[in-house]
Nanobody, 119 residues
Framework: QVQLVESGGGLVQPGGTLTLSCATSGSLFGISIMGWYRQAPGNQRELVAEITPDGNTDYHDSVKGRISISRDNAKNTVYLQIHSLKSEDTAVYYC?????????????WGEGTPVTVSS
């Protein structure tokens, strides 16, 4: 199994920068596709960014250019940095670990960290 714990959320002013962290435990981090999702009030959870074990990244069109996902396989941690924060970035941000294509399906979630963008 994989346990995920997000941190780094909070109240941020518009235009600011925030870095979220997701620390994981278990033996699957090194082979997992790691993702950050977010869910704003009244909306469905949506994928923000993903990163493969070898570092290939994919971003939702709405955040391209403002968000960067990275991972440190030695620390079993994945990061999400958000620049030029907007009010519409306000959401609970969740970390996800899922299987690569060649492995039996799994998907694990953290409990989320809230981000509020407001002046």
């Amino acid at each position: 199994q994989v346990q995920l714990v997000e941190s780094g959320g909070g109240l941020v002013q518009p235009g600011g920068t925030l870095t979220l962290s997701c620390a994981t435990s278990g033996s699957l981090f090194g082979i997992s596709i790691m993702g950050w999702y977010r869910q704003a009030p009244g909306n469905q959870r949506e994928l923000v960014a993903e990163i493969t074990p070898d570092g290939n990244t994919d971003y939702h069109d709405s955040v391209k250019g403002r968000i960067s996902i990275s991972r440190d396989n030695a620390k079993n941690t994945v990061y999400l940095q958000i620049h030029s924060l907007k009010s519409e970035d306000t959401a609970v941000y969740y970390c996800n670990a899922r299987n690569p294509p060649s492995v039996i399906r799994y998907s694990y979630w953290g409990e989320g960290t809230p981000v509020t963008v407001s002046s």
